[in-house]
């Protein structure tokens, strides 16, 4: 008998029928004798339109109220779900995130888990019973309900799988694993088997929208594994795990294509220590998360320099652009332009050399040009026109062959 935690996203449990295929996945699982803890999201579309009807009200409203106003949509599916199961002979019992004893700090909207003490879960299976626990919320110490921030449940089922010391913990979405790319932009991406922990937060924080980089960041930190597979079929997804030392063969992993990001440029800043400092530090004071930056000396001994950021954070970023410009007593602000960043991922890259090369070769065919580049470790992303994106998606793709054979 084993421990497994399945967790189903928006669109799994997107309506009755879709809550009713989830719940005869959920029996053939208990079936097999296995115990089963399931986290469930909010049905598609729901935590925007509570966002939506809250700003509708008042701008900017309260954190502590939008938690507990978000925190209805997973309360909806867990009982839904759980109501389902009954509906086909399967005893089951739902759970709030704080009846599962999700404990997080008091960060509203964005709160970070300290602890899961999984409330009376292992007391219910024990019992013969499915437990559903509402993904994306928790509690603090002083009994305040909080969220985990957006595609939060991701989260809240890697930590239960951990708490709970799960045999597996399965990502159930409306794709069939992680690709090499997006199937959609280019034809031949391959699901792909394996992946490990770096890859597939490079992978996520770099435009591939499969999970929330938060969750794959604890699951690394405390080593659990989990498989990324689909509601819809039975194929096998892709597992992410630690690292071994035979996946460090393949030299490129993936590619990713981030078309949510915007380029600010500030121009004609006085070349002095300290500029830089200023204006990073105003931008994260902010909240502002920085992604690429570039800066370069123009004619007079003026800097320029640009960095990019997500399109939410375009306001946030001009108005304290706009300030640092009147304190540093010079500099223009030119008009944002939105770009799009491509990235090739891939643990290979740490041992072996010439990906650079081959990488710059490929665009360069291609006709692509680069206005921004950034590395890591295990990564090269360029900053490319918005229209030039899915031709240097294909164009990677192809030079490091990561096509079907
Ligand atoms: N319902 C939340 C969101 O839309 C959490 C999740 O779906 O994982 O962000
Ligand atoms: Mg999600």
């Known amino acids: 008998m084993a421990l497994i935690v399945q967790k189903y996203g928006g669109t799994s449990v997107g309506n009755p029928d879709r809550i009713r295929n989830v719940a005869k996945r959920i029996k053939a699982q208990r079936d ?17 339109e509570l966002i939506d009807r809250a700003k509708s009200l008042n701008p900017s409203p309260d954190e502590r109220e939008m938690d507990t106003l978000l925190a209805i949509g997973e309360q909806e ?9 009954h509906a086909i002979g399967v005893q089951a019992v739902s759970r709030t995130g704080p009846q599962a004893g999700i404990i997080t700090d008091d960060a509203h909207t964005r709160a970070r888990i300290l602890d899961v003490t999984g409330g009376d879960i292992k007391r219910q299976l024990d019992e013969g019973k499915v437990v559903i626990v509402a993904g994306f919320q928790g509690l603090t110490a002083n009994g305040e309900v909080t969220t985990l921030g957006r595609g939060g449940s991701d989260l809240s089922a890697i930590a ?60 690394q930190k405390y080593n659990v594994l989990f498989e990324v597979r689909s509601s819809f079929n039975d194929e096998p997804g892709t597992i992410v795990k630690a690292e071994a030392p035979n996946m460090e063969q393949i030299l490129v992993r993936g590619v990713a294509v981030d078309k949510n990001q915007v380029k600010v440029t500030l121009s004609e800043l006085p ?10 530090q105003a931008l994260g004071a902010q ?16 800097a320029n320099l640009t960095f990019t950021v997500a399109k939410e954070d375009v306001p946030r970023s001009e108005k304290v652009a706009k300030a640092v410009i009147t304190e540093l007593g010079g500099g223009k602000l030119l008009p944002p332009a939105d ?16 990906v650079a090369a081959k990488f710059f070769g490929a665009l360069a065919k291609a006709g692509v040009n680069i206005m921004m580049i950034t590395t890591s470790e295990i990564k090269i992303s360029v900053a490319i026109e918005p229209a030039q994106a899915d031709t240097a998606a294909r164009a990677l793709h192809a030079a490091f062959d990561l096509g079907k054979a």
């Open 32 to 48: 097999r004798g296995d115990q089963v803890v399931v986290v469930v999201s909010a049905r598609s579309g729901v935590t925007n």
């Open 77 to 85: 599916t867990i009982a839904l779900t759980a109501i389902a199961l």
């Open 271 to 280: 070349d002095r220590p300290g500029v830089a400092a200023t204006l990073f």
């Open 287 to 302: 909240g502002v998360v920085v992604d690429m930056i570039i800066q370069n000396i123009g004619r007079a001994g003026l």
């Open 160 to 219: 239960l799988a951990w708490a709970l010391k799960a045999d597996v913990c399965q990502i159930y979405t409306d794709v069939d694993g992680v690709y090499t790319a997006d199937p959609r932009v280019v034809p031949d991406a391959r699901k792909l088997d394996l992946l490990s922990y770096d890859e597939m937060l490079e992978l996520a924080s770099s435009g591939s929208k499969v999970m929330q980089a938060r969750s794959v960041e604890f699951a």
């Open 339 to 354: 770009i799009a960043k491509v990235s090739a991922v891939g643990i290979g890259m740490r041992t072996h050399s010439g």
